[in-house]
């Protein structure tokens, strides 16, 4: 069965969390990276032929290695299996670093620590944040929720299911770990700079196309999750259905749109990212206006979506594989 998988890795999450440890595995894969596309750049002349060849070789490497330590842990006992999975599964998602770094934006802001709700605001989105007044760090702090959502939580956990499907436990652990390999080279080489705009394009489209599903399975997840907290089940699909494709990335509003509807916010907007001005769609109606409680009530709804994804996953797959 893949709950008892997927469950006790998001329990593991939840007590491991994300350690800043030069040894964890995504931390490896990132430094991967960096030495794949030296040598790519030095060794191939054209740039999106080396970053195509930089992403087919990490994630050659990482499943190899995966499917190999899996594989000899099921030579042990199918348990340690299940438990090796398991943990790959914990290191591929991000829910206890998501739910601990909004949590300590909103204990800053209520304790009125303007500054040190700004600095703990800059820890999990890219825009500036030194001059943000409350409610903007509050915008910044729930559209990283949602958007984080998709990318550090039911992405991985689909193509883990997915994983699991056809190769069994060890197929979990390689879903969940090659999906965070495509999602950590597009955070390495995803610029639209002169120095990534070719070397990075793979690795863009590659991590788009592969969010292009949970992205949009994800919104109804969240109208549940609303439903059950009476918040605005309905509007999350309303908004999310106007206002879905209302940000420059294909993915990322979609959920961002939902999380509007439910919470009955507006966000998008004026960003400035190193002193430059970056003005955004703007997503939701403002029937509220944002203050701290809403953070919690983002966690709360990320929560509980993350809960009900597990749940249908795991029915889902049990039905399939009957």
Known sequence: MIFPVLALGLFLDFIIGDPRTPLHPVVLIGRLGRILERITRRKISGLILAGLITELVLLGIVGIVTWAVISSLAYVHPLAASVGSATV????????????????????????????????????????????????????????????????????????????????????????????????????????????????????????????????????????????????????????????????????????????????????????????????PLIGDRLEALNVKHIARANRLMLLTVGLWVSCLSIVLQFCLA
Not at 154 to 175: K, M
Not at 190 to 208: H, P, S
Not at 248 to 271: D, H, R, Y
């Open 89 to 280: 599964i914990a290191f591929s998602i991000g829910s206890q670093s998501l739910f601990q770094h909004t949590n300590a934006v909103a204990d800053r802001l209520n304790a009125h620590d303007l500054v040190g709700a700004r600095e703990k605001t800059s820890m999990i989105v890219g825009r500036d944040t030194a001059d943000l007044p409350p409610e903007e760090l509050v915008r910044a702090t729930v559209e990283s929720t949602a958007e984080s959502l998709v990318d550090g939580i039911t992405a991985p956990l689909f193509y883990a299911a997915i994983g699991f499907f056809f190769f069994g436990t060890a197929g979990a652990a390689l879903g969940a770990i090659l999906y965070r390999v495509v999602n950590t080279t597009d955070s390495l080489f995803g610029y639209k700079n002169a120095e990534y705009i070719e070397f990075g394009r793979v690795a863009a489209r590659t991590d788009d196309l592969l969010n292009l599903i949970p992205s949009r399975i994800t919104p109804f997840f969240v109208a549940l999750a609303a439903l059950v907290l009476r918040e605005r089940s309905i509007a999350t699909l309303r908004i999310w259905w106007r206002d879905g494709s209302n940000n420059p990335s294909p993915n990322s509003g979609q959920c961002e749109a939902a999380f509007a509807g439910a919470l009955g916010v507006q966000l998008g907007g004026l960003n400035y990212y190193r002193g430059v001005a970056s003005q955004k």
